[in-house]
């Protein structure tokens, strides 16, 4: 049966958006733009195109240390986003919340928050909001896998199953094929739980476990929830499952991969060591490769990765024109002491 509401080329432009975006980000990292820590979202794009395609005006959004996909995948402005990261007074937050904690309250993004867990806390603080408003809103919060090993997540899921809140929390499990600390590999959930997904089920929340790359099944299981949520049905917990992209391994992350979308059918030119990664992983050429399939011309999904390529380089162009904050505006917008005359804004 197909899903007269999938638009698949709606999803596959916000992947690309978040995919040249966070290409563009790397290479501005790599170029001494900005410093500091920082992560990328590639290889997770049809989770959130498919959650945030379905979003209307009143839905808000919380998010994590990954948070750049979702933000510009909502199609908050890449410039302003850009800016952001780059530290510079256009970006959303004036340049103060950096690549970590970038939010854009008029669009539904509230507060973004790097602490491990914090998302899931804000997000059924934003739905119980939402329900005591009366709205027809629903609060979404995407966080990782790694957020389950938190007393704050637990807590959240006991709250959003008590009240019923109208909230869908979307785990991003981007561990599939993990080694796990013991083997020295990358970081992921350490909990006693075998399933990630018996935890939100032990109080009754639905849940539905989904590949992450399936644009498709992402966004049925979304459809569902938000269905769900807006007719006061309480929560929903949806695990997306990604193998992580080669290029968030190592500490800081790395080009690894550079997005070809003709690779989707050209797929004898695709080589290198994360061969697999690219042929098997990358939900922007399953995307491409999906909808060739289904008799979209190649030319019509090259012209979408074009178009979307050129979004990026003005928001590169904004970004960079713009100028740094202005030192005397440092303590504006900060949370200070009142008492204290040293840090009063
Ligand atoms: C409470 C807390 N503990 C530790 C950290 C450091 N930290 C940043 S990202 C991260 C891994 C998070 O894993 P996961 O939630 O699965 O997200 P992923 O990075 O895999 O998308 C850790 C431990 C943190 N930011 N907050
Ligand atoms: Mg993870």
């Known amino acids: 049966m197909t899903d007269s509401t999938l638009d698949r080329m709606a999803i596959f432009d916000r992947m690309l958006v978040m995919r040249h975006f966070e290409e563009a980000v790397i290479r501005l990292y790599n170029d001494k733009r900005f410093a500091g820590h920082y992560h990328v979202y590639i290889g997770q794009e049809a989770t959130g195109a498919a959650v945030l395609d379905q979003l209307g005006p009143d839905d808000l959004v919380l998010t994590t240390h990954r948070n750049h996909g979702h933000v510009v995948g909502r199609d908050s402005d890449p410039g302003r ?72 997540v637990i807590e959240s899921f006991n709250i ?13 499990n981007n ?28 109080f009754g929340i639905e849940t539905q476990v989904v590949d992450g790359t399936d644009m498709a099944a ?15 049905q309480g929560p929903t917990f949806i695990e997306a499952v990604t193998r992580r992209w080669p290029g968030s391994s190592p500490l800081w992350p790395e080009l690894a991969t550079v997005t070809d979308v003709e690779l989707a059918w050209d797929t004898a030119r695709i080589s290198g060591p994360h061969a697999d990664w690219i042929r098997d992983c990358d939900p922007i050429l399953r995307a491409a490769r999906e909808m060739a399939e289904a008799g979209r011309p190649r030319a019509a999904i090259m012209a979408r990765d074009t178009a979307a390529r050129q979004r990026i380089e003005q928001a590169i162009a904004f970004a960079l024109d713009s100028p ?19 840090v009063r804004p």
């Open 81 to 152: 986003a850009l800016a952001e990261i780059l530290g510079r007074a256009t970006g959303f937050n004036h340049g103060k919340g950096g690549t970590l904690h970038i939010s854009d309250r008029a669009n539904g993004f509230l507060s973004t928050s790097a602490v491990v867990g914090g998302c899931a806390g804000l997000a059924i603080g934003a739905a119980h909001g939402l329900k005591i408003n009366k709205s027809k809103g629903v609060a979404v919060g995407f966080f990782g896998d790694g957020s389950l090993e938190e007393g704050l």
């Open 175 to 202: 561990s599939a094929g993990a080694m796990g600390p013991q083997k020295g590999g990358y970081p992921t959930a350490i909990t006693a739980a075998a399933l990630l997904s018996r935890i939100p089920q032990s």
């Open 218 to 232: 992402v966004h049925a299981a979304a459809q569902t929830a938000l269905g769900r949520a807006r007719q006061g």
């Open 160 to 172: 959003a199953a008590l009240w019923k809140l109208p909230v869908i929390f979307v785990c991003e």
């Open 324 to 342: 740094m904050p202005d030192p005397a505006t440092a303590l504006a917008g900060v949370f200070a002491l009142a008492s204290n005359p040293e």
